[in-house]
């Protein structure tokens, strides 16, 4: 089974420039996540999907971040523009289901996009 | 509301010692507890969960974890580490919808 893919690993812009990370979960998936990874810190969640709606978004800077996904399948979340403090990981999840029993809410991560912003 | 406290930002023990790694949590309702590990430049995998049962919960790579509900806490445990253990650890516990993580634990292994 193919795991949750990012793309790209890396990138490096700087300040007030615009950037896009794209994220595809595993098939089947119908929740997705966003997480913010600061250096010494845990993932702050940004955004969640179910399916292609907002679940939850209320920790997303919108005045900057915004973030779609369409068909419900693939993601994107971007950043313009983009300040010294949005340096982090990113980190795109997924799973099965979204509910209140816990099953099948076991969330599956990508590697991450590590962001750096001069 | 939920939060998560992992109370050792390091940890560093030799190989084949035993490690805890410590996690409590506070929250007005019931939910589930996951630990994660995270290796360099790599995203977080699952270790084990508990969602109901036996408070006693086996993972891979040999960590278990303890659920004490009156102690909140959900402390993880590997009687003796490896190089390989070497990672950052994440507690977290959602009451069914979003996740909420710890700052982590970094295990460092001593050869």
């Known amino acids: 089974e193919a795991g949750v893919a990012q793309s790209p690993r890396y990138k490096i812009i700087e300040k007030r420039q615009s950037v896009a990370f794209w994220c595809n979960p595993i098939?089947?998936?119908?929740?997705l996540y966003w997480y913010q990874q600061i250096l010494g810190q845990g993932p702050k969640l940004l955004i969640q999907f179910q399916n292609n709606g907002v679940v939850d978004d209320s920790q997303l800077p919108k005045d900057r971040f915004s973030a779609e996904r369409l068909k419900g399948v693939d993601s994107t979340l971007k950043i313009q523009p983009a300040k010294l403090e949005d340096s982090a990981v990113y980190l795109c999840a997924s799973s099965l289901i979204l509910g209140t029993s816990g099953r099948g809410n076991e969330q599956f991560f990508g590697p991450g996009t590590r962001l750096t912003v001069l | 509301a939920q939060s998560v406290t992992q109370l050792d930002s390091q940890v560093p023990v030799f190989e084949e010692a035993p490690v805890e790694l410590r996690c409590n949590y506070s929250s007005s309702v019931s939910v589930y507890l996951f630990w994660y590990v995270q290796y360099p430049n790599q995203g977080l995998q699952l270790l084990l969960k508990y969602l109901s049962g036996s408070t006693l919960v086996k993972g891979i790579n040999g960590f278990e974890a303890e659920f004490n509900k009156s102690q909140t806490s959900f402390h993880l445990r590997k009687p003796s580490v490896h190089i390989s253990d070497t990672a950052e650890y994440f507690c977290?516990?959602?009451?069914?919808?979003?996740?909420?993580f710890g700052t982590g634990t970094s295990l460092t292994v001593i050869p």
């Open positions: 098939s089947g998936h119908a929740t």
């Open positions: 977290a516990v959602t009451p069914g919808n979003q996740f909420y």
